[in-house]
Nanobody, 125 residues
């Protein structure tokens, strides 16, 4: 069983930055594709960003491309989501997810085996 713990959420103003972290309790973290998703009230959960386990290739939703950056540090079992130029529409609960040796469909939630509890991000205008 893999446990994922997110941190770094909070209340910020439009234009500010936040960095989310997600730490996994697993020895083979380097073999997991990692993703970030978000869920805002009244909306379905949506893909934000993902990073491959094999070559650290990154994927982004169009709505965050150029503003958010996903990265990973396998030595710390941690994936990060750097969020810049935040907008009120970025307000949501952000979840990280892990998929063992997943190589395809990283922008959907289907391949991911484990999910964190989420961290709230609120952006005021």
């Amino acid at each position: 069983q893999v446990q994922l713990v997110e941190s770094g959420g909070g209340l910020v103003q439009a234009g500010d930055s936040l960095r989310l972290s997600c730490t996994a309790s697993v020895r083979t973290f380097s073999s997991y594709a990692m993703g970030w998703f978000r869920h805002a009230p009244g909306n379905e959960r949506e893909f934000v960003a993902a990073i491959s386990w094999r070559d650290s290739k990154t994927y982004y939703a169009d709505s965050v491309k150029g503003r958010f950056t996903i990265s990973r540090d396998n030595s710390k079992n941690t994936v990060y989501l750097q969020m810049d130029s935040l907008k009120p529409e970025d307000t949501a609960v952000y979840y990280c997810a892990a998929g063992f040796r997943v190589l395809v469909n990283l922008f959907t939630d289907r391949p991911y085996d484990y999910w964190g509890q989420g961290t709230q991000v609120t952006v005021s205008s």
